[in-house]
């Protein structure tokens, strides 16, 4: 691909230069979704143009390059990026290249693996897959992870921070790892920490979570779900009782599994997550209440929009943006409350969550790069 | 459009013909989406082969015919299609033609004002609006009905009767004015019966009904809402707590609004509903009872697929046939139970549920012309 | 899947008895789109309720059934559908099991291998795969086959009858072998057929066919090329001046490679082919020429719907029909023309086609089945 | 829309401060697609930050502003979106408030009324509509455009610049009226201006430019032919022999009708459009000597990409891009080309080529704020 636009990327980098920072960052995973938002997000970050990111691919000998853009296409023409490699790589060389941030976009056995390792290097990480999310072990069980050193895991997983910037703001900024969030997850407890937190919430009956992805969620492998027959003009319920992300509610959320349920659902569309939420109140609320609520917790949060009632989110007015879109309606007797939150799978699902956090770890505004 | 076909459609006729009867249909409002696939049902049911049923446009004189197939070009081809025209019509006319049965496809304003007449001219009537569909003056104020004659208007609708083939068969087949239900009711209503009916569910908590419809529910007037651009890659929720088909919820079930809470969600394809539903049991139960508690209730209903947990409908299941089928998840500890339900919103939801109503009325088996 | 309406059955069949046969088919390889499709078409074919198709999978042993439904979980609900089975067969069952004709819905190698076999234990066959389409060989290289005995090889394909009905109605009726045609090869040979054997085209420029496929043309495999996330919201133009198809074109329009040419393109859809074809006229035509001349063709083809110009086809009109629909329109001075073919790529493109040919073959309307 | 992310605009702004100029921008028209595709373009224009554009509504008073994110809600949390407002307006007002350079994103009979006053009134202008790009009588007709002062118009057209970059970036830079291309138009006019200019197409044949967009170059009104169900799972020529663009393509090609022919098709994706180009060659070519051909023709233009044969361009690789992708493949006999051109009709067909003429018309690099 022609690439006579790298030839003006010089007046972009010198333009911003004071702001550069001296951050080396990693990404091992590129070739997913995720990895090539956060790779995008990376590679147009204000503060890394002195110092662009590695894309990292297989383990093991630091083998020739593959161009990015020959991986995914449409990055090509995004500042940096044609002249970009995605090369094999090992420990040695990460610490040979001064990487101190590392971004795993993983499965989540390569990344309970490996962040030991990192850590043990002197290496910072932020975590896209589920290995270290949960603290507690029967949570944990549906990873199914075998740890070679159980002493060293449980004590790498007590020091894992749970990537929520809106919740965990000032444990990720110490953290040498964050366990980015999983995508249901996000758009579910930001939609309900406000209220639980200001105890509003009648738990007795449970919180139910229905929820609808976008089919990158099932990743890019080729499957039979994923073939565009069987998703195409098509929705249905999955893992009913069972999700994976399940584990994430309870703990960030301080619940029982009697007190919340979440069902997912594959939608026909490439990209998005809008989760409905059903609540019975405490107390008799009022929409102002409520509105306030949402408001007075997301004050200092700028990636989280409050829609004002009756208006609610769509999937279309968060698609390729890094907010999580809130909004709510309340029955008429005023007892109960329905949520819906929306957000991008791969962005505050994913990607730009992970950035959001390396801001944070950095000591950056938590939205530079993301506006 | 050529119709050579036309030629070898009497070799059908001829062959069926020992099974035809005198049934006189005729159709209201054949332009919309519902009409249309009504329309493709009776010009190719077995029994009404020598009374083809009659298309009709605007009330008032007998204009000349448009042809059917102009309206709706997906028609062509289809026996008898390709010759039969839409024409202005009258009362004096219909009962002249012989109308036996009449198909109202119209909006529930006219649905509210012809049903009477139809009725004092000897017509039975399907209606496949929500004018009848109500007994409950509060719950049908949502379509805000003005009676000409609020004496009459309520005889009518005190011996309409609410088309639910499989709750409310035997009074169908005797019935003058069928109600036909709702597209969303009708999805959540076979997949609560046979549980309410078996006092198996804990109503203290509530049900909760997330619904997901295709844009053909949303009509054929182009408008914002049903715009490619805004509809397509998106998904929002709408008429929280406020949806017109709840009152059929309601009575139908009899419950109250405490007791059971619907939000409907438009959908990125052309048709089908999905409906997951959230039930508490009053009783832990297993996943052998459930299933026993499905099959009893429809053991006769041909029409209702029960699946074999923990296989659950999809949408694409159920698209252009004219089944609705029901499957389910229980929860580990058997308390809570996750009901899902799909139909085609323009089949068993409108069109295929209005033809089995014709049937039961006629007196022919309940799927003549629909398997 | 409950079954209830499996009693009904009967009626049905009796309904029909008289014009029961004894023609006893099979299909091999229902489990891809063109082989459900096909079993659909079977399973209600007016004159098999007598004789319900064979449903084979694997070659070998006659293996245990594997329920049809489960393979198609969407031709549930059709008369006979749940009660069949997908068995392991061999040459020996099907003439126990007395069948006289044997549809391949198999990779073109298996085809090739097959066919010779069938032929000489006494089966007709209608393959649909590209084996046996070409007569030329350096057209048929494309298809890589290796024949085990060259000789029979080439009497078999001498005898192969290429199976447009359109074309070549009569030798189908008495051929042992039809080689049905590919998709994209009949929505452009029924499109141009009548113009060139009318003499009416300009060969020397060259004939322009840019053709438009659904996903189901890609097939069943899950592949990157099907992936709902490469393939929706998308287009792309493949096999450009190497399309498998453009033998058949060159064979059945006698052209050369000069004078057609031919660009598939993979639309986010899920089935059905619009070609638009590029055609100058040797002399100046008008509409009404050009008219009388598609009409005349295919005044005795009830599946070719020829359209009034300016009216023109659209994919919406044919998916789901037996039918290809053709259009045109004519630049204002009389030399240039562009058609519009539609067909749906499962149907008139492959299943549908093949039971038109059965239909012949065996001496029944071509369009039993099919209305 | 909560909008706390105001607060760190200033950081943004202050880092770029020392680029900014004084170019003060309007746009009239905004509310549609490749308005609020030109609103996000220009909000976050590095050169624009101190003279944020004016949006503009109706003509006549200067009334109250309605938020430009109620218009176009994914515009909200762009830097300065949230608090940007559409207004009435008039010219006296323009002319107050400092506007030097007007963009209409307006009908084109409203562009053909305005523009002149807007000269007259020392503003530029770059007008994205049909009115000023036909210098020929005859092919501007189909427009049906009616002027009040037929010699002002004349001479008014008479100074208009055709807005593609690629050929007449010298002419653009002096202009001060610039007519924006179509969207189609600058599909094919980019393609085939290389081999053009080079003489190496035999024109004898005619060009045929089969083209392909996504529905919201139909506008945002709801119609028919927008409608969900209309424009989903399916495809349709249109206009064929009568496509407003074709006049750009004779005048920017400098071709006759016979020698260039342009069938648009309505795809059912929200953007992007690719146009399949087939071309004779004079001489037979080889693909290095076309490759190099294209790429000496946009050696210096950033916003062409030239795949390598054999790739292709994708629609998925341009859409939200600023791109226009070509690539090519020719025949085994070096005499037939089939170009693919793709790009995203609101960006590098309308908004993206308006601001890089704007970029041109102020002096700057002509990939500011696109890059």
Known sequence: MHSAQAKYAYVWRRRLSDAFSTLRTAIVGVSGYSGAELARLLLRHPRLQNTLPLFLGHYGTESRS????????????LPNADDAGVTGWNWNQLQREGVDLLFLATPHEQSREWVPEALARGLRVVDLSGAWRLRDETNRAVYKLHDADAALAATVQAEAVYGSPELHGPAIAKARLVANPGCYSTSIILALAPLL???????????????????????????????????????????????????????????????????????????????????????????????????????????????????????QHVVRTNFCDIGFSLSPDGKRLVIVSCLDNLLKGAASQAVQNMNLMAGWHETEGLL
Do not use: W
């Not at 593959?66 to 023409?77: E, F, M, R």
């Open 66 to 77: 593959v161009a990015l853009t020959d991986i995914h296409p449409q990055l090509s023409g």
């Open 197 to 315: 937190r200001a105890n509003m919430v009648d738990l007795d009956c449970g919180i139910i979570c229905d929820s609808k992805s976008g089919v990158s969620g099932a990743g890019k492998a080729p499957t039979p779900t994923t073939h565009f027959m069987n998703a195409a003009d098509n929705l249905s319920a999955y893992a009913v009782f069972g999700h994976r992300h399940t584990g994430e509610l309870l703990e960030q959320l301080q619940l029982t599994e009697n007190q919340i349920q979440f069902t997912p659902h594959l939608l026909p569309i490439p990209r998005g997550i809008l989760s409905t939420i059903y609540v019975r109140l405490a107390d008799s609320g009022t929409t102002e209440n409520i509105q306030a609520c949402f408001d007075a917790f997301y004050a200092e949060a700028p990636l989280v929009r409050i829609r004002r009632s009756p208006a609610l989110p769509q999937i």
